[in-house]
């Protein structure tokens, strides 16, 4: 539920930078969320102060009885404590200096009419006590360079925000993108959105200059064009990546129980987010598979894309879903193909898509790879390798050569690559990777998060005119 | 190329089980794929006879100088040498005894008008000998339980068969699925089929009990209407799931180049492909995605699907997908929602999709599913977990949750888990994979692969009927 009225434009940084921490509801019992988050915020770096009526000591850390016995004010105030003792807290949060709490605690609105009264309540005493509130029914707030204030894992360090309207698909997220070392720069799972929303979220992201891109998991909000004002305004600073869930009548039913929230029309909600200059993300797993492409690469100056391929099949696969998601995939110059033809084996195909043929290795790589980018046709590139397992080929030696041609080109074209072969491609996949080239599984994933970057920055070039 | 006209109906069991196998073109030299193919034969539960004129061991095993120098018959010949070579060694197979050879070397049609001269000219010599042929320019052929004859890896053996136009995509299936442990009966790269073709080889999938469902990579042939009748014949007896490339313009004009067929249209493809009660495959990922779910699981007796989750989001994500494959979320019994009340925190949601909240585990789950898969409403059930990081949970405890469940009550309705969060995921989706439950790693991808399954399903016992 988002605040029908927000008194004042928050000031969010106390929630993501935090200097002092007070987590009110510290446990020693593995199985309460009072313990993780305990101990995920002793390996931050900030001060914390547990508090606890049980012990002296929690996790080897001085705990205190309340608020008011912690000796030096605190910016932030994490709550893990029964729903129904949260509101009575709201005027010791402010006594013990803080302006700020994220409620943690679930039994609110989510849970029927009981609750969503007692959540009214939790609203009124913070407004009350001026307090500005993220939850309750949340996971928390982390900084990946500072602190992780959830009970979830810290994200890998980046340049990536992420607002999740649901808390446990936000904490799968953070899993995900880290296997995949992708980085993040803040997350916020607003949970029930009593008070702060994705909207004052995404203003927060939208001025932060450690977020480059903004990924946003969404159920349905309250003040539809508010949240359109904020997205478009966020958009037009940073690249902003939506992912909406309930966009179908059963999904739509599931939101009611899951955050409290309607759901909006799809047709209406996805018209929305595209207007206001917002890449959507159809899956969960192409949402930071976008956003990792906007965050790695250069925007393309249009939507003509270059593919090169070790396999013809690969390349057909790709040029049908580059054509699917509205990229051409154009003719490339006389000189280019003259260029290659001279170099490749007379087995290749020398036109778009190229193929290299299977005993294309570095060196032909490289050169098909530095030709490509260099042609006045190709706007952006995606190369494709299906790695080979001979002895007379290394399984990163497509990577180095790729790598090579777009060290040598100093090129301001996007390319990405598409690494097939389950593990056999892993260590060339990784070496891209690692050299912020974004490196995917299968052409379709890429064509589309091409696709998205492509009308991100027509929209783009379009509103500078 | 398909043959013009097929002399007679092929026997094709010395493919795919030869007792013993020539090599012609067995090299000691790594960076040759006659030196790949021996090292694979030779790890093979088959007679091996390497044919080449430079040495008279290859390898640490006795070479032959030419096919009439073994000592014994050989059921197969696998070529591997120049292409003008070709043609005048077919006489040389049938006089060894052999009416099939495989030839892996490329240089025919796909190179030009020159090399589909020479293509012609091998199809003669290969008629007139008697002797068949698999390729020219393809990966090989592999039985998983009893020979390599590729110069890539070995499945991982199984039940699934593939027939791919292109071999390096094949080779690259292969890679994947064996990461993925997904099993096949035995696999056909048919490289430009100038003899045996993309229909022979269902054909004879159709009637081979090792295999269970057929999977296609296929850009295009001659005779549509041959291809009709043989998947439909196909798709009566097994699934059937076809990746289709070259749809678009520049797809199509891709493949002219790589198999030198031509591409259908995409509309009249597709529409032939479902008509023959085939199942498509969107993506190269979703090939054996789909397959994987038709060989591990049962058949669905409707589209009525019932979701269960610990965390709403990815619940409601889910009912999205269902609803957009044109999958029914029922509202579930009364009796089911009773019993669920009782037994699950009162924070879970207890309608389809069921969220049984982050602190639901092992007896949430087992519960849970086996409520689900009593319930007369369900026909099959997508069991997602979004796996936490706290102590007091571990990491399979819903995968076993969700098997215990399955054990007990000796269902016939499919079951698929969605294990979200990479890495921490691993553990429990790898319990549930070993156990022939699918999993996905996206509710997208689990409820695309269900509608599958839930039309075959339909149509099938449409036709019983």
């Not at 006594?95 to 609203?123: D, N, P, Q, Y």
């Not at 195909?349 to 530095?370: H, I, K, L, W």
């Not at 080929?393 to 050569?401: P, S």
């Not at 090579?404 to 072969?421: C, H, M, N, Q, S």
């Amino acid at each position: 539920m988002e605040a029908q009225q927000t008194p004042e434009k928050p000031d969010l940084d106390p929630f993501f930078m935090p200097r002092r921490i007070a987590l009110v509801g510290a446990s020693a019992d593995y199985r309460k969320l009072g313990n993780s988050i305990l101990m995920n915020l002793l390996a931050s770096e900030v001060e914390v102060y547990p508090v606890t009526r049980n012990r002296d000591r929690v996790l080897g850390v001085k705990a205190y009885p309340n608020l008011a016995a912690i000796p030096k004010p605190v910016d932030l105030v994490i709550v893990a404590i029964a729903a129904r003792h949260c509101p009575n807290l709201m005027k010791e949060i402010r006594r013990a200096g803080a302006r700020h709490a994220v409620v943690i605690s679930g039994g609110f609105s989510e849970t029927g009419e009981e609750g969503a009264r007692l959540e009214a309540k939790l609203v009124n005493a913070a407004r009350e006590a001026g307090v500005r509130l993220i939850g309750p029914n949340c996971v928390g707030v982390s900084n990946s360079r500072l602190f992780n204030g959830t009970f979830t894992m810290m994200p890998e360090p980046g340049n990536i925000g992420l607002v999740s309207q649901s808390g446990a698909l936000g904490g799968m997220l953070i899993y995900t993108t880290k296997a995949k070392r992708i980085g993040m720069s803040k997350f916020a799972s607003v949970g029930n959105a009593a008070d702060i929303g994705i909207v004052d979220i995404v203003d927060y992201f939208r001025e932060d200059p450690k977020t480059s891109v903004i990924t946003i998991y969404i159920e349905g909000v309250k003040n539809g064009r508010r949240l359109f004002e904020s997205l478009r305004m966020a958009s037009e600073k940073k690249p902003v990546v939506v992912l909406k869930g309930g966009r179908s009548d059963a999904g739509g039913r599931a939101t009611q129980s899951h955050t409290g929230s309607l759901a909006g029309s799809t047709r209406v909600f996805d018209g929305m987010i595209k207007q206001a200059g917002c890449a959507t993300a159809p899956t969960l797993d192409t949402l930071f598979e976008i956003a990792k492409l906007f965050d790695y690469q250069p925007s393309p100056r249009g939507r003509n894309i270059g593919i090169i391929s070790n396999t013809g099949g690969a390349g057909v696969l790709a040029a049908d879903a580059a054509s699917d998601f509205g990229l051409n995939v154009p003719r490339i110059d006389e000189n280019t193909r003259k260029a290659l033809r001279q170099i490749l084996s007379p087995l290749a195909s020398v036109d778009n898509p190229v193929d290299v043929v299977a005993s294309g290795g570095r060196r032909e790589y490289r050169v098909t790879v530095e030709l490509m980018l260099a042609d006045p046709n190709v706007d952006m590139l995606m190369v494709i390798c299906a790695v080979p397992t001979f002895a007379g080929m290394t399984q990163t030696e497509h990577a180095a050569g790729t790598l090579e041609a777009i060290r040598a080109a100093e090129t301001d074209k996007p390319v990405v690559g598409v690494w097939l072969a389950g593990d056999v491609g892993k260590p060339g996949k990784d070496l891209l990777e690692m050299n912020r080239i974004p490196c995917y599984d299968d052409p379709y994933v890429a064509a589309l998060c091409m696709s998205r970057v492509a009308e991100y920055a027509e929209r783009h070039n379009r509103s500078e005119q």
